[in-house]
Antibody, heavy 112, light 107 residues
């Protein structure tokens, strides 16, 4: 069965970067786009971007260009999202998702 | 960006009742709309894809339809596990955009 495994939580200091992971199993990793979505109480659900692990092609929401970088490791079937120059505005739940399956989300807390 | 206006933001209903939630697209999205369900623990599940196709394992009391730029999710007879949050998602155009959500509450 398709599974997308994400760490439950990350705690990072302001100004730092974080690299979140999403380990895929149960399907051919290189054949499906992997999307990343941010959820906050104020802004709701926001699409950050997507990567096609088969060839590394990426597509970003203009709002998150410069903030998020999407990569994928075919050898471990893991997608990554790096967020840089973190502020409190980046505190949120971040989901990875295939078109039809979603991970459980990683809660990012940016705090000193 | 395409705006998805979802209504109502909250809905109070009874067990067994029939309810409909709606998303209105600001531009033509054709049939490129999904409905998602979010549980209180954050778990997100896709219920409907391409406006009206039911995902595998989703109960048949859920259905999706379109009328012009209005897209609807209908639950024919509410069960206790249906009282959670619902979102629409358009994927016709980048960036993908979501509705603001509907919280379904037990009356």
């Amino acid at each position: 069965q398709v599974q997308l495994q994400q760490p439950g939580a990350e705690l990072v200091k302001p100004g730092a970067s974080v690299k979140m992971s999403c380990k895929a199993s149960g399907y051919t990793f290189t054949s499906y786009n992997m999307h990343w979505v941010k959820q906050t109480p104020g802004q709701g659900l926001e699409w950050i971007g997507a990567i096609y692990p088969g060839n590394g092609d990426t597509s970003y929401n203009q709002k998150f260009k410069g903030k998020a970088t999407l990569t994928a490791d075919k050898s471990s079937s893991t997608a990554y999202m790096q967020l840089s120059s973190l502020t409190s505005e980046d505190s949120a739940v971040y989901y990875c998702a295939r078109e039809d399956y979603w991970g459980q989300g990683t809660t990012l807390t940016v705090s000193s | 960006d395409i705006q998805m206006t979802q209504s109502p933001s909250s809905l109070s209903a009874s067990l067994g009742e029939r309810v409909s939630l709606t998303c209105r697209a600001s531009q033509d999205i054709g049939s490129s709309l999904n409905w998602l369900q979010q549980e209180p623990d954050g778990t997100i599940k896709r219920l409907i894809y391409a406006t009206s196709s039911l995902d595998s394992g989703v109960p048949k009391r859920f259905s999706g339809s379109r009328s012009g730029s209005d897209y609807s999710l209908t639950i024919s007879s509410l069960e206790s596990e249906d009282f959670v949050d619902y979102y629409c998602l358009q994927y016709a155009s980048s960036p993908l955009t979501f509705g603001a959500g509907t919280k379904l509450e037990l009356k």
